[in-house]
């Protein structure tokens, strides 16, 4: 149960600027913001920053089914400690996917028994589905995602373009975003293919068979699609300034389209990719160190919309094969989060932005999260900027110690973190009482 406190001495991230304030806790709220603006418990914050709760709206938890791959308590545990209080988890790899009510109710259980953060469910778009996107909206979801290549598993099936046609039309129908993974199929598997039947399967030979030519076909359909369904389109993890520069395009053409990227494309580069290995594996591939660079200049100067991290996690037995085609694709950041994005040295208003109220702003919870305003849920992150660290494989908190950030060092440190006025996660204190809710669009 939350208890009210107040927050004393920080440097508070609010809406309208950075300011030195109190910040009063009251009810799971927050109550009051300015000087000795209540009563209860002390925080002591001199020489902190105080951040609305990042709201990671691309995660994979992969429970129920795969709870063995991550979970909701390790997942969520993990994303508490990068920054965030609510997540919005994917509609796979989950087993079975989130693909109608039943699936719904099967991980919004799983969630609700496990996860210590707030939560909204994404419903998937497949050719096996279309019928049930009505019954998804009626339970609550956030969005609905499709890919537009091979999704990696089995009972995910990629919607061609029929498919996304017909789900982004209900969609709009229903008054929900499409998130897509934006590559053509045709071009990456062609090109893996080849690869493969020539011997050539090494990490470089992997990146270098998912081009930005196969991003930047995937974006123009997707946001073609968008704007002859009248759909709001989330393109997701956004890996070069090129796709931006189509989304803008499309922008400009009237189409409702916004941009995610993810900090991995910030941080790490193909080289990067062939030292680490496996665990820099992901889909789109990272890209040159040019490509890279332009990206955090382009986050820097407003083109990019939302952060997300793609926490994509698996056991380690799915990361140690010699054949990178083979090797699953995905990147575990959630606990470097926010972190990771001071470490590039974006300000604290510029990731409170991306990683909160652009967030908020986008998939209708602005009313309740991603700002420090009274009223709001009290979903606090305190921040130490003073006192950096050095991410260690024994420091992660997810079920396999397996990231790709693995020995990076970070200048800031999250110190506490609070989800409707209870805590968390603590440095100093491990796992809090938190226990997560369901969180859905408002109307």
Not at 45 to 50: I, W
Not at 134 to 143: D, F, P
Not at 270 to 292: F, H, M, Q, T, Y
Not at 365 to 384: E, N, Q, S, T, Y
Request: aromatic share 6%; charged share 20%.
């Amino acid at each position: 149960m939350a208890e009210d406190f107040v927050i004393r001495g920080a440097q508070v991230c609010l809406p309208d600027g950075l300011r030195m304030a109190d910040v009063a806790v009251s009810g799971g709220c927050i109550a009051a913001i300015g000087d000795n603006p209540g009563g209860g418990a002390t925080v002591d914050a001199g020489g902190m920053v105080l951040l609305p709760g990042a709201i990671d709206a691309h995660v994979h938890y992969n429970e129920p089914g795969r709870t063995d791959w991550e979970g909701w308590a390790t997942g969520s545990l993990a994303s508490a400690a990068g920054g965030a209080t609510c997540v919005f988890e994917m509609p796979l790899n989950a087993h079975p996917p989130t693909l109608d009510a039943e699936s719904f109710a099967l991980k919004k259980a799983a969630a609700e028994a496990s996860s210590v953060v707030d939560f909204a469910l994404w419903g998937g778009i497949t050719p096996a589905n279309l019928d049930k996107l009505s019954e998804l909206a009626a339970c609550g979801v956030i969005g609905f995602k499709a890919f537009m290549s091979s999704s990696g598993t089995d009972d995910f099936r990629r919607a061609d373009t029929q498919t996304l046609r017909a789900g982004m039309r209900r969609a709009a129908e229903l008054g929900l975003p499409v998130a897509v993974h934006a590559e053509d199929e045709a071009m990456v598997s062609a090109a893996a293919k080849a690869a493969r039947e020539a011997g050539r399967t090494s990490m470089r030979d992997y990146l270098e068979s998912r081009s930005v030519e196969a991003e930047l076909a995937a974006i123009r359909a997707a946001c073609d699609l968008a704007g002859e369904t009248g759909c709001r389109l989330q393109v997701v993890h956004v890996s070069c300034g090129e796709g931006l520069d189509e989304i803008r395009a499309a922008k400009d053409r009237g189409v409702d389209v916004t941009a995610e990227t993810c900090p991995h494309y910030l941080v790490f580069n193909a080289d990067d990719a062939v030292r680490i290995g496996a665990p820099a594996k992901c889909a789109p591939p990272l890209r040159s160190e040019a490509a890279r660079s332009d990206l955090v200049a382009r986050v820097r100067a407003g083109g990019v919309d939302t952060l997300g991290t793609d926490h994509s996690p698996c056991p380690p037995r799915m990361k140690d094969k010699k054949d990178f085609f083979e090797v699953w694709g995905g990147i575990a950041g959630a606990q470097s989060f926010l972190p990771s994005l001071w470490a590039l040295g974006f300000g604290m208003e510029t990731v409170v932005a991306l990683t909160a109220s652009n967030v908020a702003n986008r998939f209708g919870v602005a009313g309740r999260k991603g700002a420090i305003a009274p009223g709001m849920d009290a979903d606090l992150v305190l921040v130490d900027p003073r006192h950096g660290q050095i991410l260690r494989a024994g420091d992660l908190l997810t079920r396999h110690a397996v990231s790709a950030y693995v020995g990076r060092e970070f200048p800031a440190s999250v110190i506490s973190v609070w989800s409707r006025g209870v805590p968390v996660w603590s440095r100093s204190g491990g796992r809090g009482a938190a226990r997560g809710r369901l969180v859905r669009p408002q109307a």
